[in-house]
């Protein structure tokens, strides 16, 4: 027997909300590829991983008072939008993308079965239903008839195959986790041993069937957040066990999203154009374009014209500024992610709780983010979001600042101040090598007061700015002690970044108790029972401190009020709704 339920239906009743298995990690940089584990995504810290604000007053929708003050520069783009972000790094493919920058060009060109919607559930997109077994082992989905990539070819259930093909080739390194999602055959494809996937079966062009050994409550959406690739266009030269024909094409993409790439300039600007095959109904806007912005130029950019859209970096100053421009709409939303500073675990002075409990106590956390945001961030202390069901402050130790209190762990962790006012153990040093983004009004924040507060902790701080790309790198290889950067989350608690040998887990942080929980709570199907274990876990992370939690701050973009039909919430990014943003002449 079979259960025929709507996609929307099966994913309330399966509790599916989150970018999961094969749905991609959080914005790298904002908020959150295809098939991973992780509902995160990487990003700067300055603009896309905000949180609940302090007052009421913090959040919502402020209007343009005066929209004709809008200046001509802007006005004179009669069929095209420019929208200002960081760099992206240039891997413009669902399979490899790591950065929220990426994320959003990626978001733009390509689709899924399933989307987001702004109340974090999802809906149908490339799909127009899923029957799932009694068993819950057995999921079919059924493409909408007649989409076609952006070339004009038909996108059939053999893409979706293919795609999976290449999530679980042996010679994949991009950060999604597609095993966990116990494909039948799946494993067998990755290790060579055959060269299908027995568990997906394509019925016909518009139905693909999908038998999975073991289920848990994301399984529908692990299954139908997979950005799909055109075989044709991907797969001319691949060969099971290589993947290099299929990355060769990162920075030339093609999709059925709702725009196609017309050039891509490194540093300075992606040109994408409207996908006149795009199933939902061609974009009204002809023409888009990503443009390079820093925030020291994102303000002055939206005030002249030169861009119509742009996050920025939320603080008093920057909310008052952008209302006196008058044609600004400011979007000031509690984002679903977090600011931190990350840990080398494989260093062994990092090894020590009492030292990340030290280093915890002894950073006046409090100022730095009072002092950058006012009332639009506040100080966390576990990896989530306030906006998150799974939230939880219960039984949370708030580290307040307490220099004293950081000396003796310290002290107890045999590190003890040496002549020259520099904690030493067993002949090393304490030093901390610190990697943070140039040009970012946190870390302009957090360094003065870092090295101050660790210097009177008898600790060395060495620091380096450098681009956002560069830290991402940095981390990716391990090169570093402590970094600053942000995550941006997904509605659902599960991820890879905190779990032993994760997909996302780049820091070597482990803990049999978080690995534990974090599988308990994906598999069990009830949302009231998924919160004890979230909540447990998050007590156990909040005492093992796997990095320094700094903020959770709300995101704040601004769109110049020409340009209306964003459907923007803390849990869908601005991408998703490009088609049916118009500009208003």
């Not at 806007?285 to 970096?313: F, H, P, Q, R």
Request: glycine share 8%; with cysteine.
């Amino acid at each position: 027997m079979t259960k025929k339920w709507s996609l929307t239906l099966v994913l309330v009743l399966a509790l599916t909300m989150a970018l999961s298995a094969c749905g991609g990690n959080n914005k790298a940089a904002n908020n959150e590829p295809a098939p991973t584990n992780s509902a995160n995504t990487e990003n700067t810290g300055e603009t896309n991983t905000p949180a609940e604000p302090a007052g009421e007053e913090a959040s919502g929708l402020i209007k343009a008072e005066d929209p004709s003050l809008s200046p001509a520069l802007a006005n004179n783009r009669k069929d095209t939008m420019i929208i200002g972000m960081t760099d992206p790094k240039g891997v413009f493919s669902p399979l490899f993308m790591e950065t929220a920058y990426d994320y959003y060009v990626n978001y733009s060109i390509f689709n899924t079965l399933v989307a987001f919607k702004a109340d974090g559930s999802y809906e149908n997109s490339l799909a127009e239903k899923v029957d799932i077994s009694e068993d819950g082992l057995k999921y079919t989905y059924h493409l909408k008839p007649g989409v076609t990539f952006s070339d004009g070819t038909p996108l059939t259930a053999k893409d979706y195959l293919f795609t999976m093909k290449l999530f679980h080739d042996a010679t994949y390194d991009g950060e999604s986790d597609v095993l966990s999602a116990h494909i039948v055959g799946g494993q067998e494809y990755h290790d060579g041993t055959a060269s299908d996937i027995s568990g997906i079966k394509v019925i016909d062009d518009n139905t693909v069937e999908i038998t999975v050994s073991e289920y848990s409550a994301l399984t529908p959406v692990d299954l139908g957040y997979v950005y799909i690739l055109s075989e044709a266009y991907y797969g001319k030269d691949y060969k099971q066990g290589n993947l290099e024909s299929v990355k060769a094409l990162n920075s030339k993409p093609m999709g059925s999203g709702q725009y196609k790439l017309k050039s891509y300039t490194a540093g300075q600007e992606i040109v994408l154009e409207a996908n006149e095959n795009y199933f939902n109904g061609a974009p009204k806007i002809k023409n888009l374009i990503y443009k390079t912005t820093t925030d020291s130029t994102n303000l002055a950019m939206l005030e002249s014209g030169e861009t119509d859209m742009n996050e920025i970096n939320v603080s008093e100053d920057n909310v008052e500024a952008l209302k006196a421009l008058g044609f600004m709409d400011i979007n000031l939303l509690p984002n679903n992610g977090y600011g931190y500073i990350g840990f080398n675990h494989k260093l062994k002075k990092f090894q020590d709780q009492k030292v990340r409990q030290a280093l915890t106590y002894g950073l006046n956390r409090e100022d730095i983010v009072k002092g950058i945001y006012g009332p639009y961030a506040d100080v966390i202390n576990i990896p989530e979001s306030k906006v998150s069901w799974a939230f939880t402050d219960e039984n949370i130790e708030t580290y307040d600042f307490d220099l004293e209190k950081a000396k003796a762990l310290l002290d107890e962790a045999g590190w003890v101040v040496g002549a020259d006012g520099i904690r030493e153990k067993d002949g090393e040093k304490f030093k901390i090598n610190f990697s943070a983004t140039a040009d970012n009004p946190v870390v302009e924040a957090l360094l003065p007061i870092m090295t101050t507060n660790y210097k009177d902790l008898g600790i060395d701080i060495i620091a380096e700015t450098l681009d956002f790309n560069a830290i991402i790198d940095k981390k990716t290889k391990g090169d570093f002690d402590m970094y600053f950067a942000a995550w941006g989350l997904t509605p659902d608690p599960d991820n890879t970044v905190y779990i032993t040998n994760g997909a996302q887990n780049d820091t070597g942080y482990s803990n049999a108790k978080v690995d534990e929980l974090m599988a308990k709570a994906k598999k069990e199907m009830d949302t009231e029972k998924r919160k004890v274990y979230y909540k447990e876990m998050y007590q156990e992370m909040n005492k093992d401190i796997p990095n320094i939690f700094l903020y959770q701050r709300n995101n704040m973009n601004a769109i110049n009020a020409r340009a209306q039909g964003f459907d923007i919430s803390p849990y869908k990014d601005f991408p998703f709704s490009l088609y049916q943003v118009e500009l208003q002449q």
